[in-house]
């Protein structure tokens, strides 16, 4: 149910032009640098494939591959369900070149965010929240004072 | 006793319509559903489910104060399903700023005349 979705909208300024940025995101050997630990997976539209995250991991499935501006998977942590949507997380890239730059846009959407491998729970504790949303920053303030 | 955030609570806090009505508790204190649905552009159908859903996820309380019924935020509660958010935003933090790392190194040695 759209209902009960969550999305995470974060961006970056990369001195780097769109081509190169666009491989570094792409290329499985390159994505197990920033994301999963292991990657076994075509960059094609519909590929599936495996990402692991340590000793769990899980089906991924490419959605969107439009060299070098936009590529978009599925990934679900639970072995044995094809992602699709309702049971999997929707990582989307937009890459848009700024003079000799990139602007490098990830949006993550999804359910289940609480069940996930690549969350470390331990670490809830050590982060503190900074702002993003006006609700949460609002939150965050409410519950300051009331500690 | 640990308790971990679940898809119930996320669920909960994951709707804008019951994001706005616990928005209002949290300012409020405490308040009736009756005030809350003064407060919101829908039914007091609709915000006396909201606070169902809320109360099963845990975020909300109840206690009764003669005829009404007072609703009351979790602090503890809301606050770990914040922290689960802000925890996904502060990873794609760390990993856009990795690839970051990586695509400015390979595009500098790129750029090195051989």
Known sequence: MSTSEYQIERDILIE????????????????????????????????????????????????????????????????????????????????????????????????????????????????????????????????AERA | METEPDDELWAAIADPS????????VQRGEASASWLAGQVPFTRQAVSKHLVVLEEAGLVGRRKQGREVLYRVDADRLDQASRAMADVAQRWDRRLATIKRLAEAAHAQAQRPT
């Open chain 1, 16 to 143: 780097a032009p769109v081509e190169v940025v666009w491989r570094t995101i792409t290329e499985p050997d390159q994505i197990t640098l920033w994301f999963a630990d292991k990657v076994d997976l075509e960059i094609k539209p519909g590929a599936r494939g495996y990402m692991g995250f340590g000793d769990q991991g899980g089906p991924v499935m490419v959605e969107t591959v439009e060299p070098p501006t936009r590529f978009s998977f599925r990934w679900n942590h639970r072995a044995g369900e094809e992602p699709a949507p309702g049971n999997s997380v929707l990582v989307e890239f937009t890459l848009a070149g700024e003079g000799e730059h990139t602007r490098l846009r990830v949006v993550e959407s999804g359910l289940d965010l609480l069940r996930r491998p690549d969350i470390d729970k331990q670490k809830y504790a050590d982060e503190h929240t900074h702002g993003w949303g006006e609700f949460l920053d609002r939150l965050a303030g409410v519950l």
């Open chain 2, 18 to 25: 019951r994001r706005r009505v616990l928005d209002l508790l």
